[in-house]
């Protein structure tokens, strides 16, 4: 008698089928994503110009870049940019979701007109912003003609301050998104726990600082995961809002990666930057995915 | 050689073995109950016999050929989820006939074989509707049909009733029944419900932990347990499983269990060969309609015992009344006629009927045999 | 006592609520003002914006910066107005949106229904995927389109939309998969239904939801894109690109009227999608959120 036969030729091809089917985009993920960041690491370390060269020349383009004042703005500008975006995205959008969550009148108006927004390309944002915040014909002339003659808001021509008006443009953008998130968080909230905690003898304030914001934590960190990757990302909105302008003073990773790589024909710089940038990002995203697939399986 | 054969079956995840060795032998038209607590590993073997999960050791034939790594559809077996499992997107009617399509019957006999299942379940009326649009009860008689149809060698059901509310559970367990009777079916039904198993089957397999426990008929599992998780897993309320000691008197062996007070009483065993057991702690099963108000004792036993007791607490459940007393330390529960007039710190005389005790060693937890 | 509120347990005073009503309404009109400058200033004459108020609504109204914009203004060298990039953009976005879903339904099928060993490392990996800064792999993908003969092509845009989106199109269909009960493959298998089969007349059935999801976000993003459109688009840019070219121009007068106009245009598809299927994108977005 044998202990087992060999499965026939059906069951056999059913065992094989997902996995040949899933086999081409596993196959594209690991070559196009995985293999090419393989390869620009591997660039990061050779003497790169316009071309890919297979020169070997170790930490030089690390040393060169961290020694780059260009770079060094765009980690500055980064850093300034990633912090109050992530903050202001947060404060505003957990506020317009606590406020909205009062039993709103209006609420199916006033949430699309929040949200909106994320459906437009930054580029389109980029534009707008640009024209509204020009001191000849928008935001400025507009309250001049309006009689604040002494009114002045020249923020984007001014190279200590044109960082800022991206954080506007970018706050304009997604907190709506960021506000939805919230909202979802706090309508997940079982109303019961609120109803204990009045009879507890709980204020609005208290409830919120208490039982309520702490009950959002979940929320908090997707929001923040999202927010730190837009922000590292963030290229399109630069170049369309100022141009990395003016001079260099909106400078930004990306930015750097794009100039130092195609315009200034620097690859082995520009993909020593690209991989700070991954770094980065990985930092933050393997274990928040981590954690994410884990508690899923569990 | 049985109609569905399982050999020596074993299943492993890795280095973990969840089922042991199990060896059945289905004859045709059977009626076989696979019970257990979750966990215990039943429903890996049916979805084994059904092709769903592969084979680790040993082989599974049905009508002599063997199934092992044969796809389910190649199987002629068919099987009846605990969710249904209907394609939420198809009417009744293509549920049902879903599994003669893939097989290429052409459309004339299908709808022959619908006609005839549908008329037997009585669902004809509902064969346009979507799974969306059925009750619960509904819903089981489609995932049934969507079986018979089929007309397969052998019926798998995993769990039918868990999800129905409890009265419809008690119909759709007596309708399981009668088509079982009138059809001469071969099946193999998964149940976490002893009661299940007791009405529905011919014979059952009481599993734990990846072992057979025991296969028999539903009385010899009930009347004759095989060790302790049988005899407290089968019935409802449980087994009383009472501390006592073998004591011999007069050459026949008695149990010696304290009262409430905690005084000893004897109650004379039926199976002599207790005797061999003399002077030694055994637990004592005895089931909870075996002890009685004296009226309400089986007057065809040969061996019912008297017993005086103090009652803890009674229990008017309509039909009967249940009366919890302390038994060797422990609580036993007795089943009392309904007018039974009993309250609660008084103390009664009972009837035991001995001729339904089992003994089990404490130590293996296997009953001790008797002659 | 005040009636219990459903949504919430929380009850405040007149001031407090009108204070509510009051910022609500400040934020309402800080996310519509672009809008309205946007809308109000492409229907301007040049003049009306250089030496008028952005704000005012137009004294003449005209249609030309539209015409303009659409197929007559400089975008780099060429006259030829937005329209070819549109045209580009529509090209680049239907294949790509249909075939990365397609791949994305399939993917997530497997995985939640045909699970194998080392699954979740292989979701794991392609989940990673949706995340990284694509300035890792602008230079070999770079490379690799002018190897493959297709650097500034449609096709070639195509293909990187559809290698960096089936991320995401997979975690969408995984995650909807998922819930959707096992058993029902299994009992279909039992019927005979082969890998397929199963998919095509069990799941596909019931994956309009999700499908709607995967659509519109793969939709978004990939008419949103301005990175690859770039890098890639060579003479076949998308709309982004060409919006930015005519924005950013050096040469003559700054027709902001047409910008705007340009503006809108490139807005509208995405803008017309949540008008539509508000509902869906914002499921989109969270599902993007709440990940794994």
């Given at each position: 008698?044998?202990?087992?036969?060999?499965?026939?030729?059906?069951?056999?091809?059913?065992?094989?089928?997902?996995?040949?089917v899933?086999?081409?985009?596993?196959?594209?993920?690991?070559?196009?994503?995985?293999?090419?960041?393989?390869?620009?690491?591997?660039?990061?370390?050779?003497?790169?110009?316009?071309?890919?060269s297979?020169?070997?020349?170790?930490?030089?383009?690390?040393?060169?870049?961290?020694?780059?004042?260009?770079?060094?703005?765009?980690?500055?500008?980064?850093?300034?940019?990633?912090?109050?975006?992530?903050?202001?995205?947060?404060?505003?959008?957990?506020?317009?979701?606590?406020?909205?969550?009062?039993?709103?009148?209006?609420?199916?108006?006033?949430?699309?007109?929040y949200?909106?927004?994320?459906?437009?390309?930054?580029?389109?944002?980029?534009?707008?912003?640009?024209?509204?915040?020009?001191?000849?014909?928008?935001?400025?002339?507009?309250?001049?003609?309006?009689?604040?003659?002494?009114?002045?808001?020249?923020?984007?021509?001014?190279?200590?301050?044109?960082?800022?008006?991206?954080?506007?443009?970018?706050?304009?953008?997604?907190s709506?998104?960021?506000?939805?998130?919230?909202?979802?968080?706090?309508?997940?909230?079982?109303?019961?726990?609120?109803?204990?905690?009045?009879?507890?003898g709980?204020?609005?304030?208290?409830?919120?600082?208490?039982?309520?914001?702490?009950?959002?934590?979940?929320?908090?960190?997707?929001?923040?995961?999202?927010?730190?990757?837009?922000?590292?990302?963030?290229?399109?909105?630069?170049?369309?809002?100022?141009?990395?302008?003016?001079?260099?003073?909106?400078?930004?990773?990306?930015?750097?990666?794009?100039?130092?790589?195609?315009?200034?024909?620097?690859?082995?710089?520009?993909?020593?930057?690209?991989?700070?940038?991954?770094?980065?990002?990985?930092?933050?995203?393997?274990?928040?995915?981590?954690?994410?697939?884990?508690?899923?399986?569990? | 050689?049985?109609?569905?054969?399982?050999?020596?079956?074993?299943?492993?995840?890795?280095?973990?073995?969840?089922?042991?060795?199990?060896?059945?032998?289905?004859?045709?038209?059977?009626?076989?109950?696979?019970?257990?607590?979750?966990?215990?590993?039943?429903?890996?073997?049916?979805?084994?016999?059904?092709?769903?999960?592969?084979?680790?050791?040993?082989?599974?034939?049905?009508?002599?050929?063997?199934v092992?790594?044969?796809?389910?559809?190649?199987?002629?077996?068919?099987?009846?989820?605990?969710?249904?499992?209907?394609?939420?997107?198809?009417?009744?009617?293509?549920?049902?006939?879903?599994?003669?399509?893939?097989?290429g019957?052409?459309?004339?006999?299908?709808?022959?074989?619908l006609?005839?299942v549908?008329?037997?379940?009585?669902?004809?009326?509902?064969?346009?509707?979507?799974?969306?649009?059925?009750?619960?009860?509904?819903?089981?008689?489609?995932?049934?049909?969507?079986?018979?149809?089929?007309?397969?060698?052998?019926?798998?059901?995993?769990?039918?009733?868990?999800?129905?509310?409890?009265?419809?559970?008690?119909?759709?367990?007596?309708?399981?029944?009668?088509?079982?009777?009138?059809?001469?079916?071969?099946?193999?039904?998964?149940?976490?419900?002893?009661?299940?198993?007791?009405?529905?089957?011919?014979?059952?397999?009481?599993?734990?932990?990846g072992?057979?426990?025991?296969?028999?008929?539903?009385?010899?599992?009930?009347?004759?347990?095989?060790?302790?998780?049988v005899?407290?897993?089968?019935?409802?309320?449980?087994?009383?499983?009472?501390?006592?000691?073998?004591?011999?008197?007069?050459?026949?062996?008695?149990?010696?269990?304290?009262?409430?007070?905690?005084?000893?009483?004897?109650?004379?065993?039926s199976?002599?060969?207790?005797?061999?057991?003399?002077g030694?702690?055994?637990?004592?099963?005895?089931?909870?309609?075996?002890?009685?108000?004296?009226?309400?004792a089986?007057?065809?036993?040969?061996?019912?015992?008297?017993?005086?007791?103090?009652?803890?607490?009674?229990?008017?459940?309509?039909?009967?009344?249940?009366?919890?007393?302390?038994?060797?330390?422990?609580?036993?529960?007795?089943?009392?006629?309904?007018?039974?007039?009993?309250?609660?710190?008084?103390?009664?005389?009972?009837?035991?009927?001995?001729?339904?005790?089992?003994?089990?060693?404490?130590?293996?937890?296997?009953r001790?045999?008797?002659? | 006592?005040?009636?219990?509120?459903?949504?919430?347990?929380?009850?405040?005073?007149?001031?407090?609520?009108?204070?509510?009503?009051?910022?609500?309404?400040?934020?309402?009109?800080f996310?519509?003002?672009?809008?309205?400058?946007?809308?109000?200033?492409?229907?301007?004459?040049?003049?009306?914006?250089?030496?008028?108020?952005?704000?005012?609504?137009?004294?003449?109204?005209?249609?030309?910066?539209?015409?303009?914009?659409?197929?007559t203004?400089?975008?780099?060298?060429?006259p030829?107005?937005?329209?070819?990039?549109?045209?580009?953009?529509?090209?680049?976005?239907?294949?790509a949106?249909?075939?990365?879903?397609?791949?994305?339904?399939?993917?997530?099928?497997?995985?939640?229904?045909?699970?194998?060993?080392?699954?979740?490392?292989?979701?794991?990996?392609?989940?990673?995927?949706?995340?990284?800064p694509?300035?890792?792999?602008?230079?070999?993908?770079?490379?690799?389109?002018?190897?493959?003969?297709?650097?500034?092509?449609?096709?070639?845009?195509?293909?990187?939309?559809?290698?960096?989106?089936?991320?995401?199109?997979?975690?969408?269909?995984?995650?909807?998969?998922?819930?959707?009960?096992?058993?029902?493959?299994?009992?279909?298998?039992?019927?005979?239904?082969?890998?397929?089969?199963?998919?095509?007349?069990?799941?596909?059935?019931?994956?309009?939801?999700?499908?709607?999801?995967?659509?519109?976000?793969?939709?978004?993003?990939?008419?949103?894109?301005?990175?690859?459109?770039?890098?890639?688009?060579?003479?076949?840019?998308?709309?982004?690109?060409?919006?930015?070219?005519?924005?950013?121009?050096?040469?003559?007068?700054?027709?902001?009227?047409?910008?705007?106009?340009?503006?809108?245009?490139?807005?509208?598809?995405?803008?017309?999608?949540?008008?539509?299927?508000?509902?869906?994108?914002?499921?989109?977005?969270?599902?993007?959120?709440v990940?794994?």
């Open positions: 008698m044998t202990v087992s036969t060999a499965p026939d030729f059906r069951t056999r091809l059913q065992d094989w089928l997902p996995k040949l899933l086999a081409p985009s596993f196959a594209v993920t690991i070559l196009f994503v995985y293999g090419f960041i393989g390869f620009t690491v591997l660039l990061s370390f050779t003497g790169s110009k316009m071309l890919p297979f020169k070997w020349v170790g930490w030089e383009n690390y040393e060169k870049l961290w020694a780059l004042p260009a770079w060094n703005t765009a980690v500055m500008n980064i850093a300034i940019f990633a912090s109050l975006y992530i903050v202001i995205c947060t404060a505003v959008g957990l506020m317009l979701a606590i406020f909205l969550d009062q039993k709103i009148r209006g609420e199916g108006v006033l949430r699309p007109i949200l909106y927004p994320m459906a437009l390309s930054f580029i389109v944002t980029g534009t707008a912003w640009k024209w509204f915040l020009d001191p000849g014909i928008g935001l400025e002339n507009v309250m001049h003609l309006w009689g604040w003659q002494s009114f002045s808001f020249t923020w984007i021509k001014d190279g200590n301050m044109a960082i800022y008006t991206i954080v506007i443009a970018a706050v304009w953008q997604t709506g998104f960021v506000m939805a998130m919230f909202l979802a968080g706090l309508r997940g909230i079982d109303n019961e726990i609120l109803k204990a905690a009045q009879i507890d709980a204020s609005n304030w208290q409830l919120y600082r208490r039982i309520v914001i702490p009950l959002l934590r979940p929320a908090f960190l997707s929001a923040f995961v999202i927010l730190s990757h837009l922000a590292i990302k963030s290229y399109d909105l630069v170049v369309a809002l100022t141009g990395g302008g003016p001079g260099r003073a909106t400078e930004m990773p990306a930015t750097f990666m794009y100039s130092y790589t195609f315009t200034r024909n620097q690859m082995g710089i520009g993909a020593s930057s690209a991989v700070i940038m991954l770094m980065t990002i990985a930092a933050i995203m393997v274990p928040y995915l981590y954690a994410e697939m884990k508690e899923k399986k569990g | 050689m049985g109609f569905l054969d399982i050999r020596n079956v074993t299943k492993s995840y890795g280095n973990v073995e969840v089922l042991h060795r199990v060896d059945i032998a289905v004859e045709e038209g059977e009626f076989l109950v696979l019970v257990g607590p979750s966990g215990c590993g039943k429903s890996t073997l049916l979805n084994m016999i059904a092709g769903l999960e592969g084979i680790t050791g040993g082989e599974i034939a049905i009508k002599g050929h063997v092992n790594g044969v796809h389910p559809s190649r199987r002629n077996i068919a099987m009846v989820f605990q969710s249904y499992a209907l394609y939420p997107n198809m009417t009744v009617a293509q549920n049902m006939t879903f599994g003669l399509e893939m097989h019957v052409p459309k004339p006999e299908r709808e022959r074989a006609a005839d549908a008329k037997l379940l009585q669902i004809d009326h509902l064969l346009d509707r979507k799974p969306g649009q059925l009750s619960g009860g509904q819903r089981q008689r489609v995932a049934m049909g969507r079986a018979l149809v089929r007309d397969p060698d052998v019926f798998l059901f995993d769990e039918p009733l868990s999800n129905l509310d409890a009265k419809l559970r008690v119909d759709m367990r007596t309708e399981i029944k009668k088509l079982h009777q009138k059809l001469k079916t071969t099946i193999v039904y998964v149940t976490h419900d002893q009661i299940e198993a007791m009405t529905l089957s011919t014979r059952i397999a009481v599993m734990n932990k072992y057979v426990q025991q296969l028999g008929t539903p009385k010899e599992i009930y009347d004759t347990p095989a060790n302790l998780f005899a407290t897993f089968m019935g409802s309320p449980a087994m009383n499983i009472i501390p006592a000691r073998v004591v011999v008197q007069d050459g026949t062996p008695h149990a010696s269990v304290t009262d409430a007070d905690g005084r000893p009483r004897l109650l004379r065993f199976q002599g060969s207790l005797a061999a057991w003399d030694r702690d055994i637990l004592l099963g005895i089931r909870p309609e075996a002890i009685t108000d004296p009226e309400g089986d007057r065809k036993s040969s061996n019912i015992q008297a017993l005086t007791n103090r009652v803890t607490v009674t229990e008017p459940a309509g039909s009967d009344t249940f009366v919890t007393m302390a038994l060797g330390g422990q609580d036993a529960i007795a089943r009392m006629r309904a007018d039974a007039s009993v309250a609660a710190g008084q103390t009664y005389d009972f009837a035991v009927n001995m001729e339904k005790a089992v003994a089990f060693d404490p130590k293996t937890e296997q001790i045999a008797s002659d | 006592m005040s009636a219990v509120t459903q949504d919430t347990a929380v009850s405040m005073g007149r001031v407090t609520r009108a204070l509510i009503y009051l910022l609500l309404l400040l934020f309402a009109l996310y519509l003002l672009p809008l309205y400058v946007m809308g109000v200033n492409s229907v301007k004459p040049l003049a009306e914006i250089t030496g008028g108020n952005m704000m005012a609504l137009p004294e003449v109204w005209t249609l030309d910066p539209w015409r303009s914009a659409w197929s203004a400089q975008i780099g060298v060429e030829t107005g937005l329209k070819p990039y549109f045209l580009n953009s529509i090209l680049m976005v239907v294949p949106v249909v075939i990365s879903t397609i791949m994305g339904a399939l993917n997530g099928y497997i995985l939640t229904k045909w699970r194998f060993r080392g699954d979740t490392w292989v979701f794991g990996l392609m989940l990673f995927s949706c995340f990284i694509f300035q890792i792999v602008l230079i070999p993908m770079a490379v690799v389109l002018g190897k493959l003969g297709l650097a500034g092509s449609v096709p070639g845009l195509v293909l990187v939309h559809v290698v960096y989106g089936i991320g995401f199109t997979t975690l969408y269909f995984r995650n909807y998969y998922a819930t959707f009960p096992t058993e029902l493959v299994r009992a279909a298998q039992i019927d005979g239904a082969g890998f397929f089969q199963i998919f095509w007349r069990i799941l596909l059935p019931v994956s309009g939801p999700i499908a709607v999801v995967s659509i519109i976000w793969q939709f978004t993003n990939i008419w949103n894109d301005f990175l690859f459109g770039a890098s890639f688009g060579g003479t076949n840019q998308p709309m982004t690109v060409a919006l930015n070219n005519l924005v950013q121009s050096s040469t003559g007068v700054k027709e902001y009227n047409v910008h705007f106009a340009g503006a809108i245009l490139a807005a509208l598809p995405t803008l017309l999608v949540y008008i539509v299927a508000g509902r869906y994108f914002v499921r989109g977005l969270m599902a993007g959120s990940k794994g």
